[in-house]
């Protein structure tokens, strides 16, 4: 599994790049690979107001349907159009490409965020 070393990561199995206040999110490749085929993305709408480890948007693979889970409360800043019409892209390109939104929030709010060697401790433990 690939997990680069610049990104942090959730125990909801979402990696996340931040920016200033804009926190750029998708699923990591270990996500990616349980679920399968990726057929489906449905996002949020920009400017929706989302809650700290709030389900805000879906996943939709052959194998099952996931909700994706906000690592902090803000506001949908930016949506990925091109994986809302072509979501395999999640699958080939989980960390470049296959972003799924872009998030403004508060900086000063804690992010209890994993690096690269913490997640693939936590995926080891599992």
């Known amino acids: 599994m690939n997990f680069p070393s610049d990104l942090l990561y959730t125990k909801d199995h979402e990696w996340v790049s931040l920016e200033g206040d804009i926190l750029t999110l998708g699923i990591t490749d270990h996500a990616q690979d349980a679920l399968g085929?990726?057929?489906?993305f449905e996002s949020p709408e920009v400017g929706q107001v989302i809650e700290n480890e709030e389900?805000?948007?879906v996943i939709e693979s052959v194998k099952t349907v996931s909700d994706v889970y906000s690592p902090i409360s803000?506001?949908?800043f930016e949506v990925n159009?091109?994986?809302e019409e072509n979501a395999e892209i999640i699958n080939t390109d989980?960390?470049?490409k296959g972003w799924l939104v872009k998030i403004k929030f508060d900086t000063s709010d804690p992010l209890g965020l994993m690096d690269?060697?913490?997640y693939a401790g936590f995926l080891k433990e599992g």
């Open 55 to 57: 389900a805000f948007c």
């Open 81 to 83: 159009e091109e994986v």
């Open 116 to 118: 690269a060697d913490e």
């Open 94 to 96: 989980p960390y470049g």
């Open 37 to 40: 085929d990726i057929v489906f």
């Open 74 to 76: 803000g506001e949908v």
